[in-house]
């Protein structure tokens, strides 16, 4: 899995790494067991401080999605699946609320929206809509 971050999203870094690994495991890319890189390859790979790492890798402890395993580093837990899937859907549910608000504020109708929606949808699935063409 390749890791990346993006320095000029307000997200935190540490956040965006979590975000990433949780996405991963929800996806199937990462399953239980599976060894993750060490706090140190990861933060060389990303160019980051390793304490921000070891701060993703801590959130993702508590919530039991990664356990240390003495002598071999992280891995998934048995239970990480099904946490990164509900956890995915909020992410992206509350993502979804925030872009709601602006066109709600921006006045822009539900017929609009769903137009952007499916455009955007059609951009990231490499088609193109009918009026692009």
């Known amino acids: 899995m390749i890791y990346s971050i993006e320095p000029k999203s307000p997200l935190p870094i540490y956040e965006q790494i979590v975000t990433q690994i949780l996405f991963a495991v929800a996806r199937g890319d990462l ?11 990861l933060a060389a790979q990303l160019v ?41 859907r909020e992410i992206v549910r509350s993502r979804i609320r925030e872009a709601l608000r602006e066109a709600v504020a921006s006045a822009l109708s539900a017929d609009e929206v769903h137009g952007l929606v499916e455009e955007e949808w059609g951009h990231l699935n490499g088609h193109t809509s009918p009026s692009e063409s």
Request: charge should be positive; aromatic fraction near 2%.
């Open 48 to 88: 980051v401080h390793p304490n921000t790492v070891a701060r993703a890798y801590q959130e993702l402890e508590q919530k039991a999605i990664l356990e240390t395993k003495r002598g071999r580093g992280m891995e998934v837990t048995p239970e990480a699946v099904s946490i990164c899937r509900v956890q995915r």
């Open 31 to 41: 399953e239980p067991g599976n060894l993750i890189p060490s706090i140190r390859d």
